[in-house]
Every structure is written in structure tokens, then in C-alpha cells.
Nanobody, 124 residues
Framework: QVQLVESGGGLVQAGDSLRLSCAAS????????MAWFRQAPGKERNFIAA????????YYADSVKGRFTISRDNAKNTVYLQMNSLKPEDTAVYYC?????????????????WGQGTQVTVSS
């Protein structure tokens, strides 16, 4: 069992940066693929970024490529999402996700564990 707790969300202006953190419980964090998804009101939950276990590979949605960076610190059982050049359309609840089975963790159906979500609001 893995528990995920996100933090770092908030209200920012367009063009600002924000870093989300996701702290995971469990002793096998390093073996999990970790990912971030987001869900805007009335919309589906969509993939944003993922990072595999070592040797790490990262994946990004086209909408955030070049602006967002996912990273992990296995010693701290934490995954991060650095978000730069934020836009109003980035406004959503951001969810941390984990899977030990799938390295290509780009679909909600492949997620084994979810965090509770953290709100990110970008004003214009």
C-alpha cells in the first residue's frame, strides 16, 4: 500500500512558477513509476508528466512540454513537478499518481495509487 500526499498548490498569476511536491509512504518508492495528472472542472483527468524508476525516463503531455519538469528524490520518497510560465489554462486540481506495474503511466486506468489532489489556480 502506498499513500501519496501532494503539496505546493496555490493561486498565482500568469507567467509565474510553482513547484508541487508529492510525498509517498512505503519502502519501495524507488521501484514505482510516478506521475502527475490534472483535472479541470467539468473535464476529464488528464496526464501531465511521468517519471519511471531507475534508470529514469520522463514523459510529458504536449501541453506542458518545455514548461513543466518532473523529478524525483528517492532518498526523500518525493516526486516534484516544477511548473514554469504558467497559463490560465493550467488551472486545475493536480493529482500525484503511482504504479509499480506500468512504466508508461500516461492513462488514469493504469494508476494504482492516487493522492488527494492540490489546487492550482492561474489568474490572467
Amino acid at each position: 500500500q502506498v499513500q501519496l500526499v501532494e503539496s505546493g498548490g496555490g493561486l498565482v498569476q500568469a507567467g509565474d512558477s510553482l513547484r508541487l511536491s508529492c510525498a509517498a509512504s512505503g519502502r519501495t518508492f524507488s521501484s514505482y513509476t510516478m506521475a502527475w495528472f490534472r483535472q479541470a472542472p467539468g473535464k476529464e483527468r488528464n496526464f501531465i508528466a511521468a517519471i519511471t524508476s531507475s534508470p529514469t525516463t520522463t514523459y510529458y503531455a504536449d501541453s506542458v512540454k518545455g514548461r513543466f519538469t518532473i523529478s524525483r528524490d528517492n532518498a526523500k520518497n518525493t516526486v516534484y513537478l516544477q511548473m514554469n510560465s504558467l497559463k490560465p489554462e493550467d488551472t486545475a486540481v493536480y493529482y500525484c499518481a503511482a504504479s509499480e506495474r506500468f512504466k508508461l503511466l500516461t492513462s488514469p486506468g493504469r494508476v494504482a495509487y492516487w493522492g488527494q489532489g492540490t489546487q492550482v489556480t492561474v489568474s490572467s
